[in-house]
């Protein structure tokens, strides 16, 4: 594992983020270190990112690790308070052997890891329509990880079930692009139903580790995500 570390100061909790170079996962990292809700974020991801004056103020460590051996890895997800997923991958870009691995397997792995180290509540961002018995692969993966993570007992575990995500990417997905256009539109209409912006689904996450838990296990399906993210005022604001 490669360890490297940034600023200093915070609140005394610490959590890590695995998806930081994500759509999510760089949302929510810009939302940690500039509300400073932790005083420590571990970044796990499989390169190390660019952080430029973000990390200011908050210790950020990243562990650069090889998923296919995460279990050497163990160290990074030792000692924190909570751990936020947004890890994933998609069928065109990795195959369904490969999607099954990085959403399934990863993530089970990771938790385990995470639980193994005392992470109290793990925070995980799954996807509509969840469900282990769907005939979609994409759907009965998300539901799979789903109960494998809850299986682990952690003292709090929130699940996000978010629609269509709302967000800029780097990279090239047509598809996405047409539906995310599409589904843009009709959100004037339906501003829930549909899509959720990755903002919103930030706040929804920052709004869960700010409030006690309401049970062990809490899923939040869009609609649930839109009122929570309302409930954080956006920064400068
Ligand atoms: N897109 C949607 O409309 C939608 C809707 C509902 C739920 N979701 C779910 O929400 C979650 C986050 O979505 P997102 O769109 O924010 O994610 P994203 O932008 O695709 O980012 C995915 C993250 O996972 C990492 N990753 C992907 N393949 C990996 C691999 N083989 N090994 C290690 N790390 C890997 C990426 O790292 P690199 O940067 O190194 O590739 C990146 O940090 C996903 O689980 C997704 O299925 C998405």
Same mark, same amino acid.
């Given at each position: 594992m490669a360890a490297d570390k940034d600023g200093g100061g915070g609140s005394g909790r610490s959590c890590f983020v695995l998806g930081a170079s994500g759509a999510t996962g760089g949302v929510l990292l810009r939302e940690l270190l500039s509300r400073r809700l932790f005083s420590r974020v571990t970044l796990i991801g499989r390169r190390r990112l660019s952080l430029g004056?973000? %990390? +200011?103020?908050v210790t950020v460590e990243q562990a650069v690790v090889d998923f296919e051996r995460l279990g050497e890895h163990a160290a990074a997800f030792q000692g924190h308070d909570v751990g936020f997923c947004c890890l994933g991958t998609t069928r065109a870009k990795a195959g369904a052997d490969g999607f099954v691995r990085v959403d399934r397997d990863y993530v089970a792995q990771a938790a385990e890891l995470a639980r193994a180290g005392g992470c109290k509540h793990f925070v995980l961002e799954s996807s509509r329509? %969840?469900?282990?018995? +769907?005939?979609f692969l994409y759907l009965r993966v998300k539901g799979e990880v789903e109960n494998l993570v809850q299986a682990l007992g952690f003292d709090r575990c929130t699940i996000l079930r978010p629609a269509v995500l709302l967000c800029k990417r780097q990279e090239s997905r047509p598809t996405e692009w047409m539906v995310q256009r599409f589904l843009g539109a009709v959100a004037w209409l339906f501003p829930t139903s549909y899509t959720v912006p990755v903002e919103t689904v930030v706040r929804a996450m920052v709004a869960i580790v700010l409030q006690p838990g309401k049970g062990k296990v809490e899923v939040l399906e869009n609609e649930a995500i839109h009122q929570l993210g309302k409930a954080v005022p956006q920064q400068g604001t």
């Open positions: 004056e973000e %990390a +200011s103020g329509g %969840a469900n282990p018995k +769907s005939h």
